[in-house]
């Protein structure tokens, strides 16, 4: 890992997570992909909650690098949501460490705007089915998407694929 800080060189992979009122999907993607590292991202609504269950996390292992706060409820909240997540991603060294968008959870803006981050940095995804359901949808749509790409190029591999 050449170049990498001494801050992030036990840190390979970071999985960015919503947490809403259900955790069950967080669960199950820890248990299911072995997450070791997350940032969490949250409404401001939620914030007591979610402090309460990063300590939950940290006691079980995870690694709660960072917890970032947004008010999913107004007009440039997607905006300001996009805004955040990206600040944060560009914190962490891209070429040492792999950053997944985990799609599940939160409100569906969220969702949205983590969707969005995930499509402009070109990361790797994933969404729980749903809580009883052992079973994980791997996404790398974004992934193979070049920043090089127009909007015409995307429009088309959407329309007709690789």
């Known amino acids: 890992m050449t170049g990498m800080s001494e801050q992030y060189s036990n840190i390979s992979k970071i999985y960015l997570l919503n947490v809403g009122i259900s955790k069950e999907h967080i669960e199950?993607?820890?248990?299911?992909?072995?997450?070791?590292?997350?940032?969490?991202?949250?409404?401001?609504?939620?914030?007591?909650?979610?402090?309460?269950?990063?300590?939950?996390?940290?006691?079980?292992?995870?690694?709660?690098?960072?917890?970032?706060?947004?008010d999913p409820f107004t007009e440039t909240s997607v905006n300001e949501m996009i805004q955040s997540m990206l600040r944060i991603v560009d914190e962490y060294p891209s070429d040492d460490i792999e950053i997944i968008a985990g799609l599940t959870g939160g409100t569906n803006l969220m969702a949205i705007s983590l969707g969005i981050v995930a499509f402009i940095k070109g990361l790797r995804c994933n969404y729980v089915l749903n809580k009883d359901a052992d079973f994980i949808i791997p996404i790398d749509t974004f992934e193979k998407l070049s920043p090089e790409m127009t909007l015409k190029d995307v429009e088309f591999y959407f329309k007709e694929g690789f």
């Open 28 to 70: 199950k993607a820890i248990m299911s992909l072995n997450i070791e590292n997350v940032i969490l991202f949250s409404s401001v609504q939620m914030k007591e909650d979610t402090i309460s269950y990063a300590g939950h996390l940290k006691e079980t292992g995870v690694n709660v690098l960072d917890m970032v706060f947004v």
